[in-house]
């Protein structure tokens, strides 16, 4: 039913009803519409009026409307929403005051919209698709992004629901103001999400735009696609030499993880006419992307085979990885490779970084697209490794860290559990541990939609390692950084056995390599089981 309110006598007319979520509002003559999500975000509708929406939120959002000298005035928890009489320019500030969002200008007839907004001097823009430019803030520049989809440093998302072309002036022909324009459209949809974290604005958009289903070892097939899976979106960069494209490729992820995008899509058969050096550097990157796939129906030959086959290895040990992190997007909406904004917001330094970002919360990754055997890079709070060698390097601060022989510097945080899958059927599954922060990780399950969990925990001179499996599997823990201990137990059973570096590990056995200083210690375990290692160092070993 419709509540009709009425505007105050003294200013001109302003019509608005409500229904719920949704508040429909005539400013002079136009036509739309207003609908609350949530405390957060919102959806406005613009032009023709076109069928009833199927409603955002299944129950009422708490809002307070007052018709002003202005205009209409929404009150929820978070926002202080605005509609002016005359216009209808939408206007949002924070309840305190602070001004997040404000148009200037809006119109919508003959096939084509118009709609600016303020653009103060110090905001920036991040997102617009999966572009290839270096630059991380899209201030100045003059882009058809798909999708439509911003995130600005005032801590708000915009994006638009119209299928239509949008081109997106940002504050390049006037520099306090973004200008977008679409043509081909009789009305105008768009949403609007505050955070103020990224992440907090995934959680928002979720809200808006569920992620269906659970990811399947099927669905997320950890080989190569032949063919780019429905839910993916590709990224290149129209670049023909190949050290070029590779790098404009690698910004591309980044860009299309801070546009909302889950799993953009890594296409090899781009490359398949470059020299083996580039080809080698494409598919060390590509093997980290959410989807990987190949559009060329290629067969390789020689060195290039080898290669295929060094990727889809390594694929296979990025298969836990791969899942987990597939179903966090499915469940909250978080991208898969993670930009240092997201992961870092309070870091200002990482936030000016399109060159590096992480896989997951526990890698950082810094292509040496040109080739160069390291490569400078950022790195944020913390202490990070560098996989190949084991050195380390303390956080926030720029350091010069090798490039792998694919290409790329990988880092794993302190503080982490890694998980690597064994190569053939039956191979344990590795837990790489980079202590001494205590860690954590849920390794999907989908065969039975469930998380296997592996926790890290240091005690003055005990590790306690705990693998909770909810299938049968062998794991093998690798503990970086630590002097040999005194003795590794089972809690609830016997003593590991120590065997010699050059002996492969069986469950009951463990080794010390003195050269990488990591501890290797095997174990199995059945299916819904538990099972706790406790590594002991000398000053607390006990008599035998």
């Avoid at 790098?247 to 398949?272: E, I, K, N």
């Avoid at 913390?382 to 720029?398: A, L, M, P, Q, V």
């Avoid at 039975?448 to 890290?456: F, G, R, T």
């Avoid at 590594?535 to 006990?542: A, L, Q």
Wanted: hydrophobic share 40%; net charge negative.
């Amino acid at each position: 039913m419709l509540l009709a309110a009425a505007a105050l006598s003294a200013q001109p007319s302003l019509k608005w009803a409500r229904n719920r979520n949704t508040f429909l509002v005539e400013p002079a003559g136009q036509s739309m519409e207003i609908e609350l999500v949530s405390a957060s975000t919102f959806r406005v509708r613009r032009g023709v009026p076109g069928p009833p929406k199927r409603p955002l939120a299944d129950t009422a959002v708490e809002c307070k409307a007052t018709d002003t000298a202005a205009g209409l005035r929404l009150e929820t928890a978070e926002l202080a929403i605005e509609i002016t009489r005359e216009g209808g320019l939408v206007r949002v500030s924070l309840p305190a005051g602070l001004s997040l969002y404000s148009e200037a200008r809006t119109g919508i007839g003959e096939g084509k919209a118009l709609l600016e907004m303020e653009s103060p001097a110090t905001e920036k823009y991040y997102g617009f698709g999966p572009r290839a430019e270096a630059q991380i803030d899209a201030r100045g520049l003059l882009l058809q992004p798909k999708p439509a989809f911003f995130v600005s440093s005032r801590g708000y998302a915009f994006w638009i629901g119209t299928p239509a072309r949008f081109t997106f002036d940002v504050a390049r022909s006037e520099p306090d103001r973004v200008v977008i324009r679409g043509e081909g459209l009789e009305r105008m949809e768009y949403y609007f999400a505050f955070g103020p974290s990224l992440k907090e604005i995934w959680d928002e958009r979720m809200k808006v735009e569920p992620v269906p289903g659970s990811p399947s070892a099927s669905e997320y097939e950890l080989l190569f696609h032949q063919r780019l899976p429905k839910a993916a979106m590709p990224v290149g960069s129209s670049s023909s030499d190949g050290a070029a494209m590779l790098c404009g490729d690698a910004r591309a992820l980044v860009h299309a993880s801070l546009s909302g995008v889950l799993l953009p899509a890594f296409d090899l058969g781009r490359y398949r006419d470059a020299d083996d050096a580039v080809f080698r550097r494409a598919a060390g990157l590509g093997v980290f992307a959410p989807v990987l796939y190949d559009s060329s129906a290629t067969l390789y030959t020689d060195v290039k085979a080898g290669i295929v086959e060094e990727t889809r290895q390594f694929r296979r040990r990025l298969s836990h990885f791969l899942l987990t992190y597939a179903d966090e997007a499915r469940a909250r909406g978080y991208p898969v490779l993670h930009p240092l904004l997201h992961q870092y917001p309070r870091d200002p330094e990482a936030g000016g970084h399109i060159d590096a970002f992480l896989f997951g919360d526990e890698l950082l990754l810094a292509p040496a697209c040109d080739g160069a055997a390291s490569r400078e890079v950022y790195l944020p709070m913390g202490t990070w490794t560098e996989w190949h060698s084991g050195k380390i390097h303390t956080g926030r601060r720029r350091a010069v860290v090798a490039a792998a022989g694919n290409g790329v510097a990988m880092l794993a945080r302190n503080g982490t559990i890694v998980p690597l899958a064994g190569i053939k059927p039956g191979d344990p599954t590795e837990l790489h541990y980079f202590p001494k922060l205590g860690a954590e990780f849920f390794l999907y399950e989908p065969a039975v939609y469930d998380y296997s969990q592996a926790h890290a925990s240091p005690a003055a001179d005990i590790y306690r390692l705990e693998m909770e499996s909810k299938v049968a599997r062998g794991y093998e823990w690798v503990v970086h950084h630590t002097d040999r201990p005194a003795q590794v137990l089972l809690v609830g059973g016997d003593a590991l056995k120590e065997v010699s570096a050059s002996e492969g590990l069986r469950p009951g056995q463990w080794r010390y390599d003195a050269g990488h200083r990591t501890i290797h210690a095997a174990i199995y375990a059945p299916a819904h089981s538990d099972v706790i290692l406790n590594i002991e160092f000398p000053s607390v070993s006990k008599p035998h």
